[in-house]
């Protein structure tokens, strides 16, 4: 048990720093996983948080579709 929840928190620790939000998923869901399931849940939780997090707080409204988009100066 104490093997799973280290292995999930080097992997979380280890996420680039732009997927910041994929790891915040990933601690979401593998808490409701543990909660719901126990430790299988937990490490359950956790992949699909981190897998499919983004793209339902998408769907719910919650994060942005677009990226933001940088305007060059056009040369003239």
């Excluded at 929840?5 to 620790?13: D, E, R, S, Y």
């Amino acid at each position: 048990m104490h093997a799973l929840i280290v292995a999930f928190v080097l992997m979380a620790v280890s996420a680039p720093a732009m997927a910041g939000e994929r790891v915040t998923d990933a601690a979401l869901g593998a808490l409701a996983g543990a909660v719901v399931a126990g430790p299988v849940g937990l490490v359950a939780g956790g992949v699909v948080g981190y897998t499919a997090g983004p793209g339902i707080a998408r769907e719910w409204g919650l994060r942005s579709h677009k990226r933001p988009v940088r305007k060059v100066a056009q040369e003239r």
